[in-house]
């Protein structure tokens, strides 16, 4: 089977720190829990309970307002205690409501009579989505209600993509979801087309070393009534990254006389929690999680419930093997610093990384002009000349470039320059 990948740039990852891919372990159930009410893709989330309130395990605690904003639910039955507030790493403000374990679980270890959806027309589907609060799970979180919204006003046809590459071994916890869900995330992958009513194709993207995982990913999806193919892709990192996936699509779409449409991209962890909302009519209450780092004593793939404070899960990991030097939610290249072990597990967390030692920052070399950020740089931008260009205060236009951030240069410096730091924050206007 041919493999489609991205023309030029790019890296293969390894981290012997990283937690194996095998299969996850659920976590102890945490005293507290940090439940975020900050949306981070936008709009405001007002709470319905205060300090001093009982609530149930997934009962609904925070009311989504606008575009962007999603309903907040409990995981944890108990008792509301105070609501926090700080800054985080990006200079955002974040705030959360703590609950204190109490009380008896409605969903944990019950068993649900599954709801037939197949019957439901888009848009109550849509509604159950929207009710749940289920995000995309990755990134800022964006509002997968939203995404449908978009999708079905702008597009006539449309193809589902399930974004199945795992080009970085931080992403440890989205393959073991679907290792040990594969029926659900299929399941919630048909679920979210029909919601989206245009999806005219499924396309499996799936890594082209977890060839034997896309090919159980198909065959699951045969029992269903629209068409779906696999394709597989490369595992150089930033293959999973929208507009290198993208153009690998393309590629194929091209080979095989396809008129694809546009492209809604989802992992999955969203497709299993829509799965989860519309048949289980469950929130996200948990989250697969990959901890370690050269911090963590024991790293592996954890199943925790959301609001899990970042302390208390690597406690569950054997603890600190000594001071962390830097602790960040998501992948080293491409996550955002943790500023205190109280933050919590957020429904878009897939990683937990601690270092004992920072990764490499700025070391006082000049450029040695060696030309591997060029070389690796996707979008075929020159780093060192950009990065120059910043440091050096030359006009913003020269700056205006399309970096995406995806940090490949700055791993290859051998002189340990910030380039993707640098050139990310003049972006952003930091
Ligand atoms: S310049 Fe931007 S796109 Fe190019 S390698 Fe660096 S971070 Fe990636
Ligand atoms: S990788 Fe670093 S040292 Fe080499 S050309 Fe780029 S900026 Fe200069």
Known sequence: ???????????????????????????FLPIFSVIPLSCHSGGRVYPLVSAGDIVREGMLIGRASGSGAVNVHATIPGKVVRKVFWKDSDGLNNDALVIRLEGAFEKLGRKIIPLQWTGANSHDIQRIISDYGIVEMEGRGRSLSDMISNYRRLHDKMTLVVRCVFDDPWLAADYVLCKERLKEVVEGCFITAHACTKVERILFAVSSREKDLGEKLLAEAGQWDIPSSLVLVGSRYPQRNKRELELSLRMYEKDEGFDLGPFMILGPAALAAVHDAVKLKKPVLERYVAVGGSAVKEPQVVKARVGTRIGDLVEQCGGF????????????????????????????????????????????????NCGECRAVCPLGLDPQDIYKRIITSQPKETLNCECHGCGCCKVVCPSALPLSDVILEKQLGM
Do not use: H, Q, W
């Not at 089977?1 to 095998?22: H, Q």
């Open 321 to 368: 093997a000594g001071t962390p030097a830097k602790i960040i939610a998501g992948s080293p290249l491409s996550g955002r610093v943790i500023v205190s072990l109280d933050e919590p597990v957020e429904k878009a967390c897939y990683a937990v990384y601690a270092a004992l030692k920072a990764p490499a920052g700025y070391n006082g070399e000049n450029c040695i």
């Open 1 to 27: 089977m041919k493999v489609y990948s991205f023309p030029r740039g790019g890296l293969d990852l390894g981290d012997s720190t990283a937690p194996p891919a095998e299969s996850s372990v659920l976590t």
